[in-house]
T-cell receptor, first 115, second 118 residues
């Protein structure tokens, strides 16, 4: 089954404690992306990757890091989480030959609470 | 930069009725895609319908259809014969059409929470 898998689905942690949210896709997609969803703001892009070892900032990259060492994985790293990063996070992927023909597949979301 | 506006934070309708969710967008691009995503309480992001800007014909998917007005930059979603399972947050989203492989970013509106009343 084609899917994007995020882990964990829920996490409560404290300020400053490094954490990683994993994202894996089994569709051999080149493009992967992270979004955060906040009430009244919709979803905003954090980082994206066009292929292995190719990453770039989205609209709200501050406080986040990513890596793309393998095609299937695109972890989101919070080196020193702060309460303003409390949010619902989504990973998405799509085929490299996009042009909008191939819709983005979303993971089920990760609810992060930073105390 | 593109912006997407959904002016109805919440809506509710009786089951079996028809409901229309509004979306407007602002862009200087001529070629782009527009999407409606559904987010039920399970939090999944589910693609409902997609419209290519170069197509004049409005997209339809079963009970879901859009009214795409390119000159007015309007992209509304009509749900016919609404069902309890349609209760969800609905997001309108924009993606520019790139001739080469670039950032396939979706720009989202703030969402409309739709409740179908039994």
């Amino acid at each position: 089954e084609a899917q994007v898998t995020q882990n964990p689905r829920y996490l409560i942690t404290v300020t400053g404690k490094k954490l990683t949210v994993t994202c894996s896709q089994n569709m051999n997609h080149e493009y992967m992306s992270w979004y955060r969803q906040d009430p009244g703001l919709g979803l905003r892009q954090i980082y994206y990757s066009m292929n292995v070892e190719v990453t770039d900032k989205g609209d709200v990259p501050e406080g986040y890091k990513v890596s793309r060492k393998e095609k299937r994985n695109f972890p989101l790293i919070l080196e020193s989480p702060s309460p303003n990063q409390t949010s619902l996070y989504f990973c998405a992927s799509s085929s490299g030959v996009s042009l909008g023909n191939q819709p983005q597949h979303f993971g089920d979301g990760t609810r992060l609470s930073i105390l | 930069a593109q912006t997407v506006t959904q002016s109805q934070p919440e809506m509710s309708v009786q089951e079996a009725e028809t409901v229309t969710l509004s979306c407007t967008y602002d862009t200087s691009e001529n070629n782009y895609y527009l999407f409606w995503y559904k987010q039920p309480p399970s939090r999944q992001m589910i693609l409902v319908i997609r419209q290519e800007a170069y197509k004049q014909q409005n997209a339809t998917e079963n009970r879901f259809s859009v009214n795409f007005q390119k000159a007015a930059k309007s992209f509304s979603l009509k749900i016919s014969d609404s069902q309890l399972g349609d209760t969800a947050m609905y997001f309108c989203a924009f993606m520019r059409l790139t001739s080469n492989f670039g950032n396939e970013k979706l720009t989202f509106g703030t969402g409309t929470r739709l409740t179908i009343i039994p």
